[in-house]
């Protein structure tokens, strides 16, 4: 199934927490928008469900309690319109992984009886430490002296079919051959259009739904 023409409307929309217009979206308010514009289908706004988008418990009861209006597509029947849930950090929650959003780390150190970090609200203690700063690493890092520097990574180059006006302010590209999709994005918190996902791609954390109206 190619990605249809009206996706390109929703690449570049801006970020924003509890947003339900053009004028800025979250994750559900994107969702709601394409269903409402494209398929006819109003669904629930849900704004008064949680503060932050980072409350990654309330929305994971939020989503466990709307899933059950949900019907579960199977893997290779995904259709357009159909949503993926992404299941993020639940599993670590679950494991007894306490999850901190919107504080950065600072500095932190080791020392004979373990690793502190220092973030802007406090000083963490733990047995050891798993460093994964991505972009921030130089800086993080600087006192180890590593020669850290932050690479482009280009994974394809796609010549388009037709026209990329809608494409050309975002570094996103959808390609479709009628029967597979590949997507992806340089920067990870870039909007991409609802669409048949690669069924090659998925995992145990991605499923499938379709959505309905409460």
């Known amino acids: 199934m190619p990605v249809p023409i009206w996706a390109g409307r929703y690449i570049g929309l801006p970020f924003q927490g509890h947003g339900r217009d053009r004028s800025g979206l979250d994750c559900w308010g994107l969702v709601r928008l394409v269903m409402a514009e494209q398929f006819g289908i109003a669904l629930p706004s849900h704004t008064q469900e949680y503060e932050r988008t980072t409350q990654v ?6 989503v466990e309690r709307e899933a059950k209006k949900w019907k579960i597509v199977p893997s290779g029947a995904e259709d357009c319109g159909d949503v993926i849930v992404l299941l993020v950090g639940k599993g670590a929650a679950a494991a007894g ?8 780390a600072l500095d932190w150190s080791a020392g004979p009886t373990g690793v502190s970090v220092r973030t ?4 963490y203690a733990a047995g050891a430490l798993v460093l994964t700063p991505g972009a ?9 002296g590593l020669p ?37 994005d340089e920067n990870s918190t870039t909007h991409e259009p609802t669409s048949r996902v690669n069924r090659t791609s998925r995992s145990r954390r991605h499923r499938a739904v379709r959505v309905s109206p409460a």
Request: net charge negative; hydrophobic share 45%; glycine share 8%.
């Open 148 to 184: 850290l520097v932050v690479e482009r990574q280009v994974m394809h180059w796609l010549a388009p079919a037709g026209p990329i006006e809608p494409y050309a302010a975002n570094p996103v590209f959808v390609c479709g051959d009628g029967r597979e999709q590949e997507r992806g």
């Open 120 to 123: 802007a609200t406090g000083t």
């Open 97 to 104: 992984a306490e999850l901190r959003f919107e504080e950065p």
């Open 136 to 144: 921030w690493a130089p800086r993080l890092l600087a006192d180890l």
């Open 57 to 62: 418990e309330k929305i994971a009861s939020l």
